[in-house]
Antibody, heavy 117, light 107 residues
Framework: EVQLVESGGGLVKPGGSLRVSCAAS????????MNWVRQAPGKGLEWVSF????????YYADLVKGRFTISRDNAKNSLYLQMNSLRAEDTAVYYC??????????WGQGTLVTVSS | AIQMTQSPSSLSASVGDRVTITCRAS??????LGWYQQKPGKAPKLLIY???SLQSGVPSRFSGSGSGTDFTLTISSLQPEDFATYYC?????????FGQGTKVEIK
């Protein structure tokens, strides 16, 4: 069974930094591209970032480009999102999501990031 | 970025009703579209991929159609567990973009 477990969310001040993580199990992590998707409270889904299986290809949404960095450690079956220069509008639940042949098929339960003074 | 326009934003329906939700892409995306269901406090769940392929384990009352710019999700006979918010997602190119969502409520 595919399992994606996010962690690392919390309260951070505007301008601060936070790293969220996703622990993957139940599939061959190193063979799959991964994504981060977020959802602000009461709002819709917003794609944030993509990383290919070997980290060769990385993409970001314009709103986070230059501030967020996606990475992965295939030896640890883990995905990361380093978030710097955080803004109030970055407040959201951050989901880790598995890519299967270009389709987002599986999601974690999410971790809440709150940016507030 | 490709814009996905989803409609309606909400609808009220009764158990047993046929429900249709549409998504329009701002440019052609072949059939690179998925539909997701999300219940409050839960992660989204994939229902349909490649516009019309039913994800394993998803009830056959869900179906998808369309290609190019216009897509439809149909629930043939709405069940109590189907009351949720539905999103389309284009995976034709990056940045991936979602529709605004359709909240299906009980009439």
């Amino acid at each position: 069974e595919v399992q994606l477990v996010e962690s690392g969310g919390g309260l951070v001040k505007p301008g601060g930094s936070l790293r969220v993580s996703c622990a993957a199990s139940g599939f061959t992590f190193s063979s799959h591209s991964m994504n981060w998707v977020r959802q602000a409270p009461g709002k819709g889904l917003e794609w944030v970032s993509f990383i290919s299986s070997s980290s060769s290809y990385i993409y970001y949404a314009d709103l986070v480009k230059g501030r967020f960095t996606i990475s992965r450690d295939n030896a640890k079956n883990s995905l990361y999102l380093q978030m710097n220069s955080l803004r109030a509008e970055d407040t959201a639940v951050y989901y880790c999501a598995r890519d299967f042949n270009g389709i987002i098929t599986d999601w974690g339960q999410g971790t809440l990031v709150t940016v507030s003074s | 970025a490709i814009q996905m326009t989803q409609s309606p934003s909400s609808l009220s329906a009764s158990v047993g009703d046929r429900v249709t939700i549409t998504c329009r892409a701002s440019q052609g995306i072949r059939n690179d579209l998925g539909w997701y269901q999300q219940k409050p406090g839960k992660a989204p769940k994939l229902l349909i991929y490649a516009a019309s392929s039913l994800q394993s384990g998803v009830p056959s009352r869900f179906s998808g159609s369309g290609s190019g710019t216009d897509f439809t999700l149909t629930i043939s006979s709405l069940q109590p567990e189907d009351f949720a918010t539905y999103y389309c997602l284009q995976d034709y190119n990056y940045p991936l973009t979602f529709g605004q969502g359709t909240k299906v409520e009980i009439k």
